[in-house]
């Protein structure tokens, strides 16, 4: 970067104009700018560091050309872009202590860097100044601290390292250990579990009380057996300096009890030490790992219609004490899939029991898609969902089949609509025959969506290429992506199909910048910030992913981080939509909690008016974002070209 003194003569034009430096006298201006600098940045420079004290001299930065953003680099939460006439910097300059966001430049750009000496000159002697620059702080600080944190220091100690909660170090034994000499152990050193280590000193595995319980006095077995043979194997291990949160997340993932912390978060670094869930709700005061315990041990539908409800509040729990947006979606699909797949395994026991008669043995999967698929429901989801099953071999099994899986599809949606969620007004459902087919025909619907497709086929693409397998055979789910792979390979040109397809759903904002709102129906105006939001950005990751070849995960952060690292070309784009993604889903989720608060059905209904004047102006540059990234893509694909 390169600095020059700066004449007030050049700056009269944007000072006219810009607030508040439009509300000073000719003087103040003078004392303000006399020593002020002009510096330019080069896209991607670092302005300023987050955590970090800025060093004398220190700035307040007005822009005058280009574009800033303002992030918190902890939870990646867009806190502000400064467009032409924005400042920023002040927060360093009125609060004590290390800035809580990067300032990176994101265009070519150009600051005046006014010296913090004749900032507070003018700051002390003109009140509407001095107005100015106080409220613009308490809006920053109340986008830096999350919506109705109900716990003090909530967010830090979500950010806390795993390793501060490690009371002692790791209580091992050998594979050979015999499983009385491992509880031996573990009653005299007073732990839950003990870490089984080889003669490299690495994890091997985990042998825990419930192993104990469940594994030796349940099923009668010897206690002189070496305890690799009931260890939990592989153990799930973390790095030791990873957040709480990122714990929390695993641990809730897989069902754990117990982590390892590694050094690096491999088997291969040394051990650090092992917590469990009850460290982490000690901490924490809420457990998911628990209520994943009790959703597993459900044996009725009453029993898990009640847990999804009790899931709803420890999820608005965990938003209040901290948790960012989007680790909230992770942690609220978890136990989303754990209700489902409890559901399923119900129901096709009672079947099992019940239909003797109509049972076909042939492996068959149960697929979430659309935003389930995606491990992104929000508090407002119904059920999107397919079943698929192994090609019989002749003509009467396929008819067996046909009958078998009908009944099983059509109990298992009745069943989870008891639960809690509601059926799928598009009857985008297993109940449905389009959507439960055999491996071979599933294949042949993807393929004719895309080697012939027409609007139809395009907005079932959208939801059914955002598959996962939830329960059951999984291996046919990962057939069915490998050929879907392969017909992209085949037919490059469904990307500008689909890419017209992502042009759909434009965002609320007019060319001059102001909202475009819904006015009809009784709603006060607003928008709806999945459509017009959420989902162009999803549409735009599927296309980038799909271009890749990625269908390893189906989330939308996934594939933006995928095609980042894939496509240089288009990186910027990606990251600006990385961004956009976090805020509207910070957004909704917020929305959509108070709205439960205060007992009303969840939407996705915005109301501009209903938000601070910071979220606002946050908004209308994310809008801006997701205009430009579809216009660049429009161009990468030849969308523009596409008529349907």
């Known amino acids: 970067m390169a600095g020059k003194t700066v004449s007030l003569e050049h700056l009269e034009t944007l000072l006219d104009d810009t607030t508040p430096f439009n509300v000073l006298s000719g003087d103040e201006r003078q004392q303000l700018f006399e020593e002020a600098l002009l510096v330019f940045y080069e896209p991607g420079t670092q302005i300023l560091a987050q955590g970090v004290v800025p060093a004398h001299p220190r700035y307040l930065y007005l822009v005058v050309s280009g574009a800033v953003q303002l992030t918190d680099t902890n939870s990646g939460q867009l806190i502000d872009r400064c467009d032409e006439g924005d400042v920023f910097g002040h927060y360093a300059l009125l609060r004590e202590g290390p800035l809580p966001y990067e300032a ?42 999350p919506a109705h944190a109900d716990t003090v220091g909530a967010q830090l100690l979500l950010n806390t390292p795993l390793r501060a909660l490690v009371r ?85 993932r897989h069902g754990l009890h117990h982590l390892v912390l590694t050094e690096d978060g491999t088997a291969a670094s040394p051990v650090v030490g092992v917590i469990s869930g ?63 797949v409890r559901t399923l395994a119900l129901v096709e026991a009672q079947l099992r029991a019940e239909r003797t008669d109509l049972v076909v043995e042939l492996p068959w999967a149960w697929m979430a898609l659309g935003s389930e698929g995606r491990r992104e429901m929000s508090f407002k989801t119904d059920q999107d969902n397919a079943l698929i099953y192994a090609d019989p071999h002749d003509e009467q099994r396929a008819r067996r089949a046909a009958q078998w899986f009908a009944v099983l599809a059509r109990q298992a949606n009745e069943a989870l609509e008891q639960v809690g ?65 392969q017909a992209m390979r085949e037919a490059r040109g469904f990307l500008s199909f689909m890419m017209r397809n992502a042009l759909r759903n434009r965002p609320p904002l007019s060319f001059f910048r102001r909202f475009v709102l819904d006015r009809s129906g009784a709603q006060q105006p607003g928008f709806d910030i999945k459509l017009r939001g959420l989902m162009p950005i999803t549409d735009m990751a599927r296309v980038l992913a799909l271009e890749i070849g990625y269908l390893d995960t189906t989330g939308t952060l996934d594939r933006l981080r995928m095609a980042a690292e894939r496509l240089p070309e288009v990186r910027q784009t990606v990251y600006n939509l990385q961004e956009a993604y976090r805020f509207l889903t910070e957004l909704r989720l917020d929305h959509q909690i108070r709205q439960i608060e205060e007992g009303q059905a969840p939407d996705n209904h915005i109301v501009p008016e209903q938000l601070s004047g910071v979220q606002r102006k946050v908004l209308k540059v994310v809008f801006t974002m997701i205009q430009e990234a579809q216009e660049a893509l429009a161009m990468r694909y030849g969308a523009h070209m596409i008529r349907m």
Request: aromatic share 6%; proline share 7%.
């Open 104 to 145: 990176r430049a994101i265009e070519p750009t150009q600051c005046i860097l006014i010296p913090e000496a004749a900032f507070f000159r003018v700051y002390r002697s003109n009140r509407a100044f001095a107005a100015f620059f106080d409220q613009d702080l308490g809006a920053y600080t109340g986008r830096l601290r």
């Open 421 to 485: 969620f509601p059926r799928c007004p598009a009857d985008m459902m297993a109940s449905n025959p389009r959507w439960r087919q055999p491996l071979g025909t599933w294949k042949h619907t993807f393929r004719r969506w895309i080697f012939s497709p027409d609007e139809k086929a395009l907005l079932h693409a959208c939801i059914f290429f955002d598959l996962r397998a939830l329960y059951g055979a999984g291996e046919l789910v990962a057939q069915l992506k490998a050929d879907l792979q």
């Open 278 to 340: 009850q460290d982490m709700a000690h901490v924490r005061g809420h457990d998911p790992v628990a209520t994943i315990k009790r959703i597993e041990q459900a044996d009725t539908l009453e029993t898990l219609a009640a847990l999804q409800q009790e899931a709803f509040v420890l999820l608005r729990q965990l938003r209040r004490q901290g948790v960012a947006a989007i680790d909230l979606l992770r942690i609220s699909t978890e136990l989303n899939d754990r209700i489902v």
């Open 168 to 252: 002692k170090p790791p209580i091992r034994c050998s594979p050979e250990t015999s499983v009385q000499a491992a509880a031996q152990i573990m009653r005299a050193e007073r732990v839950g579990s003990i870490l089984v280590m080889d003669d490299r000193q690495r994890p091997v595995g985990i042998l825990t009380n419930s192993d104990l319980r469940d594994k030796v006095v349940a099923e009668g077995r010897l206690p002189d057996m070496p305890v690799q043979a009931l260890m939990s194997t592989p153990p799930i291990t973390i790095a030791a300096d990873a957040p709480l949160v990122e714990g929390l997340v695993l641990m809730a």
